[in-house]
Nanobody, 115 residues
Framework: QVQLVESGGGLVQAGGSLRLSCAAS????????MGWYRQAPGKQRELVAT???????NYADSVKGRFTISRDNAKNTVYLQMSSLKPEDTAVYYC?????????WGKGTLVTVSS
């Protein structure tokens, strides 16, 4: 079992930056790939970025060059540095973690980008 708690969301103006954090607890030693997903109002949840335990990263085309995912295995935390934010980045951002083939989700943190 893994518990994930996101933080760092909030209201920011277009062009601004935010850093999201996701702290993992529980059976952390077997956590593999971690990722960030988002869900905007009326839309399906979509991939933002993922990072493997060896720090290989993958990004959605819509955030490439603006967002950076990283992880600190010692702190059991994954981060999402978001820059040049756009109103269309407004969404609830969810952290997830893969543990031996099972996916766990956090409860999400709201990011609102005003124009």
């Amino acid at each position: 079992q893994v518990q994930l708690v996101e933080s760092g969301g909030g209201l920011v103006q277009a062009g601004g930056s935010l850093r999201l954090s996701c702290a993992a607890s529980g059976d952390i030693f077997n956590i593999g790939t971690m990722g960030w997903y988002r869900q905007a109002p009326g839309k399906q949840r979509e991939l933002v970025a993922t990072i493997t335990r060896s720090r290989v990263t993958n990004y959605a085309d819509s955030v490439k060059g603006r967002f950076t995912i990283s992880r600190d295995n010692a702190k059991n935390t994954v981060y999402l540095q978001m820059s040049s934010l756009k109103p269309e980045d407004t969404a609830v951002y969810y952290c997830n973690a893969n543990l031996l083939g099972k996916v766990y989700w956090g409860k999400g943190t709201l990011v609102t980008v005003s124009s």
